[in-house]
């Protein structure tokens, strides 16, 4: 067993009844990574997470751990960790004995356990909630009383199902680092769920991700930002404008124009960020269809002949009046060329 | 404002309404008279000692208690399992399975009373008392099912993955987080299963002989023969008990927050 497949999915298909939600998926993560599974509600992720804990049994293929083949290990002798989206912390027990609940049943008693339990806990900075009651914690606070919960398990993998999505922008931002921190200082193998771009990029070391129960990309956070490999990820990522190359013309829908410059070979699609369009100069007319000031920069919605398109560029630039018509240019050094669009 | 002075006035016949009878019942169980009667005639609790010299009584209060009791219990055995197989579980035809438990509060107890005499009693000739303990399980079974169904509604189901995960089986989840949550619901649902069982009328009417009555069944009978006020007494002792269950599992157990 190497490092890099310390926990590898092999043709694993899941599905709820009839309905395949995953097809043969295969999978490597490697040990001590942090790992986002990105996508939108419904694209098998959550699903996916659920089998690698055990509470979905395969249809076929296999999941191994760590050398060990777990596809048919019942959840409870996995040595998985999950927190919930909910943190599903027992409402009837306190801190310490949530936190206390997986090390008993393995039979950690005394001294042990204590020492354990409060570890567990001061690394969560929990250490003096020992004796409340999960409904006088607040969403944060549950949070943490989860993952401590589930740490002092010592789990071989963690996985964690929208870490973030419960928490207030400010909550969110403390415990992105704060879990970033536990999973480098713990070397855990880190797995976590999410639909928000934003999370993926900002905590993983690599992001996974999924459409439809496939396997859309892999790849650091700097490859799926800079150069998605299709129409799905660029959109996913944050890429506005995003066209179809057919023939060395731009399409969308019904529209289409000629493209000035050379594309690499096999090159499905074109895609660009507002911010790299050029605005005011370029071989493209388009009418400016609204604007909206966000800060440091001004955004543009243009009605081109290739349908519309977003546009960013500096607030101190001269504006560019609504309802007038402005040149723009599509620089192709400047765009990510997708090698596959609308899944082909 | 006519609200200001009208309102403490319909509070106060709500009251009288619902304590005025008990007041009667604990005043005429105090006279010193020979029958049954309000205003009481002098004040005695000759009566009251009176109630625990008849044999009937005591015997009949036995045979409540033990239906109440036991049938509350073997209600919430299989009513809990049941509950929670219909809660957590898509079983093929549950509504069908709650219609048919809870199918006891919607008929009329005389007409279950008569069905279980005729196509029960009669022709399996099983004994009077376990005709009365499956007729009282019966019937206090949909109490159980509908309140331990509200509180396992009310539960998460995911904190049982949680324990599954932290290396519970499904069983020792079950006793070790939904439980212990659920345990005011089956609180709740064991003093309505109780109370229930102990008033039952209709039914224990018909499945009573000889030899073998529910308390109320006696009364009854009593009432028919004299006319002392022993039996008033003897209703008075039974609200104080019922009084004193509700004040014990308030006390000990926050009884109110469940109901």
């Known amino acids: ?344 | 404002m006519t609200s200001r002075l009208f309102s403490p006035l319909v509070l106060l016949l709500v009251l009288a309404f619902l304590i005025g009878p008990f007041a009667i019942i604990i005043a005429a169980s105090l006279s010193a008279g020979e029958t049954l009667a309000f205003p009481p005639q002098g004040l005695s609790l000759r009566w009251v000692f009176k109630v625990f010299e008849i044999e009937s009584f005591r015997q009949s209060f036995g045979i409540s208690m033990f239906l109440a009791i036991g049938g509350t219990l073997m209600a919430l055995i299989l009513g809990v399992p049941a509950s929670y197989a219909l809660s957590r579980y898509k079983v093929p035809g549950a509504e069908t399975i709650r219609t048919i438990v809870s199918s006891p509060i919607i008929v009329p107890g005389i007409i279950v009373g008569l069905a279980l005499l005729r196509y029960f009693v009669v022709p399996f000739n099983t004994g009077i008392l376990f005709a009365l303990f499956v007729a009282h399980t019966a019937l206090i079974l949909p109490y159980a099912v509908r309140v331990v169904s509200a509180s396992l509604t009310n539960l998460r189901s995911d904190i049982e993955e949680a324990a599954v995960l932290l290396g519970a089986s499904r069983m020792g989840a079950f006793f070790r987080v939904v439980l212990p949550n659920i345990r005011g619901g089956i609180l709740a649902a064991f003093i309505l299963g109780f109370v229930t069982s102990f008033n039952q009328v209709p039914v224990s009417l018909f499945l009573s002989g000889p030899g073998v009555r529910t308390l109320p069944i006696d009364m009854l009978a009593y009432m028919e023969i004299t006319y002392d006020p022993s039996v008033a007494a003897l209703s008075a002792l039974l609200a104080f008990m019922s009084l004193g269950i509700v004040f014990l599992a308030e006390r000990f157990l926050g009884f109110s927050r469940y109901v």
């Open chain 1, 1 to 344: 067993m190497s490092d890099a497949k310390f926990l590898s999915l092999e043709k694993l298909t899941l599905s709820y009844g009839k309905n395949v939600a995953v097809p043969e998926m295969d999978l490597d993560i490697g040990k001590g990574e942090l790992v986002a599974l990105l996508g939108p509600s419904g694209c098998g992720k959550t699903t996916t997470m659920r089998a690698i804990a055990g509470l979905l049994t395969p249809s076929s293929g296999s999941i191994r751990l760590d050398g060990v083949d777990i596809t048919r290990t019942p959840a409870n002798k996995r040595p998985v960790g999950l927190v919930f989206q909910s943190y599903a912390l027992f409402p009837h027990l306190n801190v310490y004995e949530n936190v206390a609940f997986g090390l008993r049943l393995m039979g950690v008693k005394g001294n042990d356990l204590d020492t354990r339990v409060k570890q567990g806990l001061k690394t969560v900075g929990l250490e003096k909630f020992t004796t409340r009651k999960p409904a006088e914690l607040s969403g944060g606070q549950q949070q943490r009383v989860s993952l401590a919960r589930s740490m002092v398990m010592e789990p071989k993998v963690l996985l964690l199902d929208e870490p973030l999505s419960n928490l207030d922008a400010r909550l969110r931002l403390e415990m992105r680092t704060e879990l970033q921190r536990v999973q480098k200082e713990s070397g855990v193998t880190m797995i976590f769920v999410t639909h928000d771009q934003v999370e993926a990029l900002a905590m993983a070391d690599r992001i996974i991700v999924m459409k439809d129960g496939l396997i859309e990309q892999i790849g650091t956070p700097e490859q799926i930002y800079n150069h998605p490999v299709s129409d799905f990820v660029a959109d996913f990522v944050g890429f506005e404008n995003v066209f179809a190359l057919h023939n060395g013309m731009l399409k969308t829908g019904e529209h289409e124009i000629d493209l000035h410059g050379t594309v690499p070979a096999h090159t499905r699609g074109l895609a660009w960020r507002p911010g790299t369009i050029t605005l005011g100069s370029g071989p493209y007319r388009g009418k400016v269809r609204g604007t909206s000031f966000a800060g440091g920069t001004r955004e543009y919605l243009l009605d081109t002949p290739l349908g519309q398109i977003k546009a960013e560029c500096d607030a101190s630039l001269p504006v560019h009046p609504f309802g007038g018509e402005v040149a723009f240019d599509l620089n192709v050094k400047k765009a990510a060329p997708l090698a596959r669009f609308g899944g082909l």
